[in-house]
């Protein structure tokens, strides 16, 4: 791997993992994992169509994540299925959908491994703008309403009655997951996409007293498992993306060493301290 | 319990209803927060509700009790405004400020949320506001506690904190001692008819059960789709309405909670808490 290749998937990585963090803390807090995997899944999808009509890749891999999450919120209308129940139907019809039009159409030319696995060396300066301006647009919107989603996660009739307006809340959450799906697609590929969101997130659970917290840690966690990961592929010769989630895993293993901050405990030895 | 005691009980409650009426007139703090004309709620092919007039004045505590599906929760909706009338109308003053205790509140392990965040769940409150609401329920020593690992009393008193922080006009608790021991139900109604007499807010109270009416209460509306009867507890709990929708037992099973003005409130835990030192 070059330098000069590596420099920028660093770059690209660093900058979805800075957003992973925090979106990656709503995922696990509302149960989103499989929503997040039948994103992924339907980015194939995307990727055909979008070859197939001539647009930016991360266009068409959104434009479809977008149709699913909107046929997701349909179908749960219907209150007959489960949530994952109707993922299951989504993600692997998305993904086969995918494959089966990859094939058909031999003119797109599709290296499907490139797709499944990621591929940095096809990083470019274009992929980076994309990157960052799809993370600037998820963390300005996780910024600006961390509140709000925040105390909808909590309680949605709650916040509602005390004058916050959840209402697309989840809606929004989906878009951004989404998007996440769109700008980390070509970096660390469909199949490992999920794992960007949910490992660091989990890792920042087991040290974290806030939500605030747990999502500062989370990017900390995100961005030294993209550093590792991608070091460790150029030394080693690993498929990126891999090494990538393989980083993560190993930092979460690691979380475990570190004593739990257990809660009552500290606050009890606080209270005994106190009235000794 | 013999006819005696109840007929004593209803005399001592009318002189309760009778001093707080009093009082309001001569704070002369009479203002409707929320009205309802005919207010009715249809979802699908079906009314959750239908004609609610129901009018909340500050300082007054109003009970909604009924049977499961009655649509209880439903009218604090409406209330609230989560929820628009499909028919009739809601009139709510302009910046109604509402404190909110939901039913059934879970907060997963996956959310690190102690006390002190949860304070702040809706808005921004100094250090101090939430030591002094927390300290108002007795649970300022829980400041620091992960809210998963609170008991059923002392989440229900800290939720009552956390809406209370906000200085509510009118505060709504969907079934407040759900899961509280007898002993923490009592501190907890305790703690309200507290709240009202300090704050003089409205409150919009969800009875868990059918047959446990606070003494305080100025208003029992008694709901089952519609508004069966509605008046003082023991105006509700004396008519053909209410005796019809549950039963000639109830009559004899109304208990009605006992208000004395001789408590203190301290940081001490409440008997069946779980953090008792």
């Known amino acids: ?276 | 319990m013999d006819d005696l005691s109840i007929a004593d009980r209803l005399e001592n409650l009318n002189d309760q209803h009778q001093r707080h009426k009093e009082e309001k007139l001569s704070n002369n703090t009479d203002q409707t927060l929320v009205s309802m004309h005919k207010a009715g709620v249809c979802k699908g092919k079906r009314w959750l509700v239908r004609d609610v007039d129901l009018n909340i004045e500050r300082g007054e505590i109003v009970t909604l009790i009924g049977p499961n599906g009655s649509g209880k929760t439903t009218v604090t909706r409406l209330a609230t405004g989560v929820l628009k009338p499909t028919s009739g109308k809601v009139a709510r003053i302009a910046k109604l400020k509402i404190g909110h205790v939901p039913q059934r509140l879970n907060i997963g392990w996956a959310l690190p949320l102690n006390v002190a965040r949860l304070m702040t769940l809706t808005g921004h409150h100094s250090r101090n506001d939430i030591i002094k609401q927390l300290e108002q329920v007795g649970a300022s020593h829980l400041m620091h506690a992960a809210v998963q690992e609170l008991s059923g009393g002392e989440f229900q008193r800290v939720l009552l904190a956390r809406a209370m922080i906000r200085m509510p006009d009118l505060l709504v608790l969907d079934e407040p001692v759900q899961g509280v021991d007898f002993a923490s139900q009592l501190a907890l109604y305790r703690l309200i008819s507290d709240i009202r007499a300090r704050t003089n807010c409205a409150i919009l109270l969800v009875s868990h059960d059918l047959h446990v009416v606070m003494a305080e209460t100025d208003r029992v509306v008694c709901l089952n789709g519609h508004v069966c009867c509605s008046g003082s507890p023991e105006h509700v709990a004396g008519s053909s309405e209410y005796l019809e929708l549950f039963g000639e037992q109830a009559r004899q099973r109304l208990a009605i909670y006992q208000h004395h003005h001789d408590h203190t409130h301290d940081s001490a835990p409440q008997p069946g808490d779980k953090h008792v030192r």
Not at chain 1, 145 to 169: D, I
């Open chain 1, 1 to 276: 791997m070059s330098d000069n290749s590596l420099f920028l998937a660093l770059l690209g990585g660093v900058g979805l993992a800075l957003v992973a963090g925090p979106l990656g803390c709503f995922v696990i807090w509302r149960r989103m994992a499989y929503f997040g995997d039948t994103m992924a899944h339907s980015a194939l999808l995307g990727v055909a169509l979008s070859v197939l009509f001539g647009i930016h890749m991360a266009l068409g891999v959104f434009g479809v994540a977008i149709l699913i999450a909107i046929a997701l919120v349909i179908l749960q209308r219907g209150e007959t299925l489960s949530a994952d129940a109707i993922l299951g139907v989504l993600s692997h019809s998305t993904l086969a959908l995918g494959l089966v039009l990859v094939a058909l159409v031999p003119q797109l030319n599709i290296d499907l491994e490139q797709f499944l696995f990621g591929n940095i060396r096809g990083v470019g300066t274009m992929d980076i703008v994309v990157i960052y301006l799809g993370a600037a647009g998820i963390g300005g919107v996780l910024f600006r309403y961390w509140r709000t989603l925040l105390a909808a996660t909590v309680n949605r009739e709650l916040a509602e009655a005390e004058g916050l307006k959840p209402a697309w809340g989840n809606l929004v959450l989906m878009l951004l997951v989404a998007t996440s799906v769109a700008i980390a697609m070509k970096l660390v590929g469909i199949l490992l996409i999920t794992s960007l969101l949910i490992i660091p997130a989990a890792t920042a659970r087991r040290l974290a007293v806030s939500p605030e917290q747990m999502a500062f840690f989370a990017t900390i966690i995100g961005v030294l498992a993209v550093s590792g990961g991608l070091s460790g592929a150029s030394v080693w010769g690993t498929p990126a993306g891999a090494s990538i989630v393989v980083a993560a895993l190993s930092l979460f293993l690691l979380s475990f060493l570190v004593p739990t901050q257990n809660l009552t405990d500290s606050w009890k030895d606080a209270q005994g301290e106190k009235t000794q």
